[in-house]
């Protein structure tokens, strides 16, 4: 079947306590992307890769990192939480070879809850 | 679920009834535009995209509308149903150097539709 998995789907921590957010695709996409989601502000790009080791910038990258060593993992990495990093949090994948993007070929992940104390 | 639709625009409307959802995008550069559904507690759901270089595309039951000159998005949904009830999202991009239409994802605020049996 084919999905975008995220771990864990909640989290509790406290401030300052690293902490690593998995996301794994079994679609051998080559763009995955990570968005976090707060009420009234919809979703913001963090970081978001074209293929592995291309890395980029999304709107929001401050406070997280990502790599992209193998085509299917992207973990988001809060080296040092702080409670404005509470949030829903989304991994995507999507094929962007071979022509022009369609609806068979997007998937999101089923969100992770974190909270930072 | 989790809310997150919060002060967001909201869209309310009786089943079998077309249904209009707007967005605004703000940057020129944009060329490739797309339309999720969020339900409640689950992730963002691929609608219909469409590329700068078209007006209007159309898929099963939607049809979203490109005006460039006034940065305008619009998904309409034909004879809509209870099961169109979401959050609504539209979201901008720009080509990257390589020529694909996935770069960096900015997202509009989203729209709540409800729909009334």
């Known amino acids: 079947e084919a999905q975008v998995t995220q771990n864990p789907r909640y989290l509790i921590t406290v401030t300052g306590k690293k902490l690593t957010v998995t996301c794994s695709q079994n679609m051998n996409h080559e763009y995955m992307s990570w968005y976090r989601q707060d009420p009234g502000l919809g979703l913001r790009q963090i970081y978001y890769?074209?293929?592995?080791?291309?890395?980029d910038k999304g709107d929001v990258p401050e406070g997280y990192k990502v790599s992209r060593k193998e085509k299917r993992n992207f973990p988001l990495i809060l080296e040092s939480p702080s409670p404005n990093q509470t949030s829903l949090y989304f991994c995507a994948s999507i094929m962007t070879s071979g022509g022009p993007p369609s609806t068979d070929t997007q998937y999101f992940g089923p969100g992770t809850r974190l909270t930072v104390l | 679920g989790e809310s997150v639709g919060l002060h967001l625009p909201t869209l309310s409307v009786q089943e079998g009834d077309n249904s209009i959802i707007n967005c605004a995008y703000s940057?020129?550069?944009?060329?490739?535009f797309i339309w999720y559904k969020q339900e409640s507690g689950k992730g963002p759901q691929f609608i219909i995209d469409?590329?700068?270089?078209?007006d209007k595309r159309q898929g099963q039951r939607v049809t979203v509308l490109l005006n460039k000159t006034v940065k305008h998005l619009s998904l309409q949904i034909a004879a809509t149903q209870p099961g169109d009830s979401a959050v609504y999202f539209c979201a901008e991009s720009s080509s990257n150097a390589g020529g694909t239409s996935y770069g960096k994802l900015t997202f509009g605020q989203g729209t709540i539709l409800t729909v009334h049996p």
């Open positions: 469409i590329r700068s270089n078209m």
């Open positions: 890769s074209m293929n592995v080791e291309v890395t």
């Open positions: 940057n020129s550069a944009s060329d490739y």
